[in-house]
């Protein structure tokens, strides 16, 4: 019988993560899919990044991890989205060669030393005496192992649809998972409906893209990684939009969708709806915008981003055809909707531990969320936690203050999802302080401590942030117009460069992301010492710690949903179960007076 400290179920971008820092962390791990050919594909857009998103991808690089690595590597076309916005909002976008993007996973990951690839498909959690002991798979096999991550994506008890015929598929072409939903729910777990979708592919050469908007990567590009790849400016993006016409068909047509005909139960996303959904919903509005993207250096496939659906493949022919540029296109691939089971998120610990059964985590979609940053984040630390647990260490998280992640992890958890939850930088109180390009100050102590990266890593960026506190100093003891360079570079008008242009020259050279972050610095920080008074003020609500086996029933003055939601939930301090919704003010004065009265 074949065993591993830890097993990963599945191979999109959260099990890519969670065994990647399960083999850095010195954990032997097994990683479980039905076809090993699969793992990094991207179902839907084959892009990474985005507002909200790029932050997340920057913080798990910091953190150690692989999606912006891989997205930089097979990069086709790169671009800063915001960017005549403020630097808490400025978001780099890859567009990837998808088939290229998943061969790189595999070859980086299958390449560890502690990483195993295991074709099966898991039926169930192995369990003896109410303990995990490993999986069980359809063919009959147990894999033994001290902790198990489900990474199952789209895929458990997985339908697609195209209109109102169905079939079961985790996604297109490939078969759900079929038993693991029940086994999830034997050991106490809530499971839920969601849904998702992804536009029609478009053959290449049946556009006449001189009706197109032309989109171009920007020149220089910008990376992840630090390394922008070979092909980061290869290809341009493209844009066209939805008419009358478009909206006409589709509007006659909603009999014919699964989502409003009824046959649908999974609730979709609101923030990436489907073009029925947009229509709809946006009915005062006559056109929608929509991004052309191309599949890869290689392929034939265009990839129409805003446009997805589940209605038939014929009316997908007649709507593709009303857009401008479109009038002959031919669909290679059409869209889809698909229905999975999710697990409530509110039932896990903030490492991503199930509450129902030790030793269990769960990440991605499977907790909730929707997009590829989401998943690789959440893998990320379940796979963290997953080695922890095997090598008997305790639990870790991020803090809610920390950055994107523990913003994400602690609304899944706190708050609950009665959507698939996107990640978007209104979501995070200190974003100006959690900024894309500071990841690796705030996040890459975390990873060497954990062991995610290696001791030289945290002297590099210390001595890079020593070299940028550097030049604020000397920006603020020479003088421009009469003030001082630092109070000079102020002024909005006023670029770094030119600054450094009418001061002695300083004795150590900015690399281009220093210089950067001398500039952001200068220019905003009044509003961040306003942002770090304010997370001062939230970690000194997350220092009361409430007692684990707290019974809230016994805290006077406490609401009746407050003590529901509270013993469910179990808040780690006042700050988490301020978080949750239906706690009030007077609840928490409720929990501060109590805690004031316990013994120390």
């Keep these: 019988m074949k065993g591993y400290d830890v097993v990963v179920v599945g191979g999109g971008h959260a099990g890519i993560e969670a065994a990647w820092a399960v083999a850095q962390l010195g954990a032997k791990v097994g990683l479980v899919t039905t076809n090993p050919e699969r ?6 857009n084959p892009a990474v990044g985005g507002p909200g998103k790029s932050q997340l991808v920057a913080e798990i690089a910091a953190l150690g991890g692989l999606m912006g690595r891989l997205a930089d590597a097979t990069a086709i076309h790169t671009r800063v989205l915001n960017r005549s916005k403020g630097p808490a909002v400025q978001s780099l976008r890859v567009q990837v060669d998808r088939d290229a993007y998943a061969l790189e996973a595999q070859r980086v990951l299958l390449a560890h030393p502690n990483i195993e690839s295991v074709r099966a498909e898991v039926k169930a959690l192995w369990l003896e005496e109410g303990q995990l002991c490993g999986v069980e798979t359809v063919d009959g096999r147990r894999i033994a192992a001290r902790s198990v991550v ?8 997985g339908v697609v649809w195209y209109g109102r015929r169905s079939r079961a598929a985790g996604r297109q072409g490939e078969p759900p998972a079929r038993f693991l939903s029940e086994s999830l729910r034997a050991v106490g777990h809530t499971l839920r409906r969601f849904k998702t979708g992804t536009p029609p592919r478009i053959q290449a050469e049946s556009v006449d893209y001189s009706r197109l908007e032309v989109v171009p990567a920007d020149d220089p590009p910008e990376s992840f ?4 790849g070979p092909h980061a400016t290869a290809r341009p993006t493209w844009q066209t939009r939805t008419t009358e016409a478009t909206h006409r068909l589709i509007q006659e047509n909603l009999h014919l969708s699964p989502l409003y005909g009824g046959d649908i139960e999974g609730i979709g996303p609101r923030y990436c709806p489907s073009i029925e959904d947009k229509v709809v919903r946006f009915a005062d509005k006559d056109t929608h915008l929509l991004f052309v993207e191309p599949d890869g250096l290689y392929t034939t496939e265009l990839y129409l981003q805003g446009f997805s659906s589940s209605l038939p493949p014929e009316l997908q022919v007649q709507m593709v055809q009303t857009l401008p540029g479109f009038e002959r296109a031919v669909i290679q691939r059409y869209a889809y909707a698909v229905e999975y089971d999710a697990v409530d998120p509110t039932e896990l610990t903030l490492g991503l531990q199930s509450r129902k059964l030790a030793g269990l985590f769960t990440a991605g979609q499977l907790n909730g969320t929707s997009g590829y940053e989401e998943a690789a984040a959440q893998g990320l630390l379940a796979g963290v936690n997953a080695a922890r647990y095997a090598l008997g260490l305790p639990e870790v998280y991020l803090p809610r203050e920390s950055g994107y992640i523990g913003v994400m992890v602690d609304d899944l958890v706190h708050r609950g999802v009665d959507e698939p939850y996107r990640m978007m930088t209104s979501r995070v109180e200190l974003r100006l302080l959690c900024r894309a390009d500071n990841a690796d100050e705030r996040l890459v102590p975390l990873a060497v401590a954990w062991g995610l990266r290696p001791p030289r890593d945290l002297q590099e960026t210390q001595a890079k942030y020593a070299r940028i506190q550097e ?11 009469g003030v001082s360079a630092l109070q000079y570079l102020r002024r909005p008008e006023v670029s770094y460069a030119q600054v450094v242009q009418r001061i002695p020259p300083a004795s150590v050279v900015l690399s281009p992301a220093e210089a950067y972050q001398v500039e952001v610095r200068a220019k905003y920080a009044g509003y961040m010492e306003r942002q770090a008074r304010l997370r001062e003020r939230l970690r000194e609500l997350e220092a009361y710690l409430l007692p684990s086996r707290l019974d809230y029933n016994k805290v006077p003055s406490l609401s009746k949903e407050a003590i529901e939601k509270l013993s469910r939930s179990h808040p780690r301090s006042v700050a988490e179960a301020s978080r949750i919704p239906g706690i009030r003010d007077s609840d928490i004065t409720a929990l501060l007076v109590y805690l004031a009265k316990i013994p120390a």
């Design 39 to 44: 793992i990094g594909l991207m179902p839907c």
């Design 471 to 481: 030049e604020l100093n000397r920006l603020g003891k020479v003088r421009v117009e």
């Design 225 to 228: 990684s630090g390394t922008p």
């Design 150 to 157: 489900v990474a199952s994506g789209t895929f458990l008890q």
